[in-house]
């Protein structure tokens, strides 16, 4: 089956069905993410080679484009999910690759800090095979309900000064602590806060090298969210986008970077 059928089977099946009850209830959407996995559609834009469908951004956002008017929390799960699985895909191990690829795992974006301005203050200590998390991270869509985060701190290296370190926190990782109610829209997004203080992952989930995870964003999470963007308009651009494009954001010039790059990039 076609993505297109198979979007149009989930969407009068299952997510208009749950829409009104995610909204009026502000209850997260899991039985359209669970559909959504089992069509294909949440490992849409993975390689064909892992399990996936082999789509490219403009696909993945126009299936996007086509649930926000039904359910916008799904959608909202929908961006969150494609742009983190675009970093497990050039950076995961191929467990976590192939389990994206088959819709049985539900990725979610953890940048955006709890903090002043936005600056990066999430920090990383590695001892031997294991590296300690503190951080406050906001924004987060499906928070509590994703199985995985992809979660940016400073970097973990002594001899590595500037730029951000990206993670593949996993959602049972002892001591993430999500609050029980919901601070973001859609509230059926389950869009919150997520704390670490602290979380202890092994060192080999790091996603990318040390230090270079500005440069992971820039060649994966920032084209997908500008990409959803053109496809959707403002009003349902992921707040993660905002904090890519701030001058604030990781080390010094790493804003200015991404800002440079979402000014030239094509809408």
Known sequence: MSYPNALRD????VIAPCAERAHREGKFPREAVTALGRAGLLGLTCPAEPGGGGADLAQAAEVVAQVTPV????????????????????HGGPWLREEVAGGRHLCTLALVEDGAHGAAQSTACRTGDVVTLRARKRDVVAAGEADSYVWSTLPVGP????????????AHAPGLFVPARATGVPRASAASTVGADPVRVPAEVML??????????????????????????????????????GPAFGAAGSGQALATSAATAPR
Do not use: F, I, K, M
């Open 159 to 170: 001899g590595v000064a500037d730029g951000l370190t990206l993670w593949g926190v996993p």
């Open 10 to 13: 989930v969407l009068d099946d």
């Open 208 to 245: 990318g090298a040390d230090g270079e995870g500005v440069g992971v964003l820039l060649d994966a999470v920032l084209p997908w969210l500008l990409e959803l963007r053109a496809a959707v308009g403002a009003a349902a651009v992921h707040p993660t986008l905002d904090t890519l494009t």
């Open 71 to 90: 359910c916008p929390a799904t959608a909202a799960v929908l961006q969150s999910h494609y742009a983190a699985a675009a970093v497990v895909e050039a």
